[in-house]
């Protein structure tokens, strides 16, 4: 514990990073780290490290105390680990994360109480306007079932598990030994039942008396526009079936989006690069932009510079949860030409000017680039 790494550290990032920023490494790391995805020995430890930077930077209250105090906090009482509460915005994760690392241990329960069926998890790749717009799937897992044959009791339909006449349904059975010091009594799962508590007679032919069995399983998954990449649905008691009547676990569908050759987005606002030839550029022109819907025509204004953001309001994504949608937004890049004909290279020289004056009405209110490169090379 005292060689704690920094939480910034763990994320890879700098003091000074956005909250965007914070949430973005976290979900690169969490998605590298992830137990079910990476098999080495230390995935596991590594997955809490980051989670926990993650909940801590990700708090605004939190990560002040931490950029104050670091890993000792004297108003946390015990110094860091575990004891940060921080919920991230993304539904169940909190589960999730109790699913692999939590609970454990905990001593024998009744082998005949009901007991909730195993959480699953799927990852789903979709392309990325589906994720804009959302769709509706059909997949298919594997998982474990209840038997319909014997609901589940394992016994042949019409017979029951009867309860085992050696350890009386308690599935333990209580070893007493001499030793020099006493009497010593330990206990162990029963030898009659294996630990069941019930002995079945006749078995069920279907599961073989394992009261469940494997299934492929087609699922309907709908999947709400506006999702990012990292998103997780939880489709309740869609996981694997419960024992002896427990619950259904729940099956998290992890979505995983493809990258667009021509957007790019971020949350929920569209970017793109369009190009613009130096002549639109300096004269304006009306252009066609493309949008995840339509085609709309963006107005460039005479004397556009070259990296310049437009934007197409409501031309974004679908917010996941309210309403509205993000925006567009277009970067102009200006595109020297490489072919020219000898005519337009002589306009061009006509252009550039015998006297080097660029006939720019721009150059009354600010110095262009051109300007200030001129002036370089006279050494002003
Ligand atoms: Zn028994
Ligand atoms: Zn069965």
């Given amino acids: 514990m005292a060689d ?48 926990e930077a993650y909940d801590v930077l990700s708090d605004d209250g939190q990560r002040a105390r931490y950029d104050q105090y670091g890993h000792v906090d004297p108003n946390q009482g015990m110094g860091g ?23 454990g241990g905990g001593g024998r329960r009744d082998p005949n109480a009901p007991q909730r069926g195993n959480d699953l998890q799927y990852s789903m790749t979709i392309e990325f306007k589906e994720a804009v717009f959302g769709k509706e799937t059909e997949i298919t897992i594997p998982r474990t079932e209840s038997c319909d044959t014997c609901v589940g009791t394992g016994a042949k339909p019409g017979t ?21 010091f006493g009497r010593m009594v330990n206990r162990r ?9 019930k002995v079945i007679k006749e078995k069920c032919g279907t599961c073989h008396g394992a ?28 996981g694997e079936g419960g024992l002896r009547g427990g619950p259904a676990g729940d099956l998290y569908i992890v979505i995983r989006v493809k990258a667009h050759d021509f957007f790019e987005r971020e949350n929920d606002d569209i970017y793109c690069e369009v190009p613009l030839t130096f002549v639109q550029a300096a004269l304006g022109d009306e252009i066609e932009i493309p949008t995840l819907t339509e085609k709309v025509k963006l107005k460039i204004p005479a004397g556009t510079q070259t990296g310049t953001y437009f934007r197409l309001k409501g031309k974004g994504v679908p917010k996941l949860r309210g309403y509205g949608q993000g925006d ?6 200006i595109v020297t ?21 660029a006939p720019s009405e721009s150059s009354e209110h600010h110095e262009s680039i051109f300007d200030k490169m001129k002036k370089a090379f006279r050494g002003e």
Avoid: W
């Avoid at 567009?328 to 890049?333: A, C, I, P, R």
């Fill in 337 to 357: 030409p490489t072919k020219l004909t000898d005519a337009q290279k002589d306009l061009l020289r006509e252009f550039g000017g015998i006297g080097g004056e």
């Fill in 81 to 103: 680990a575990g004891g940060f509460s921080g919920n991230g915005d993304f539904g169940g994760f909190g589960d999730i994360f109790d699913m692999f690392f939590g609970g």
């Fill in 211 to 238: 009261g469940k069995v494997k299934k492929q399983r087609k699922i309907n998954v709908r999947i709400p526009a506006g999702v990012d990449d990292g998103a997780q649905i939880r489709l309740s008691g869609e």
């Fill in 189 to 197: 799962a029963c030898s009659n039942c294996g630990g069941a508590g």
């Fill in 328 to 333: 567009q937004h277009v970067k102009v890049t």
């Fill in 4 to 51: 704690k790494r920094d939480y910034y550290e763990v994320l890879g990032l700098g003091k000074s990073a956005s909250g965007d920023e914070i949430k973005k490494a976290y979900r690169q790391l969490a998605r590298k780290y992830h137990p079910d995805v990476n098999k080495e020995a230390d995935a596991e430890t590594k997955f809490k490290e980051v989670k």
């Fill in 160 to 180: 029951k598990p009867e309860t085992c006449s050696v350890c009386h349904g308690s599935g333990q059975q209580e070893v007493v030994q001499n030793t020099p």
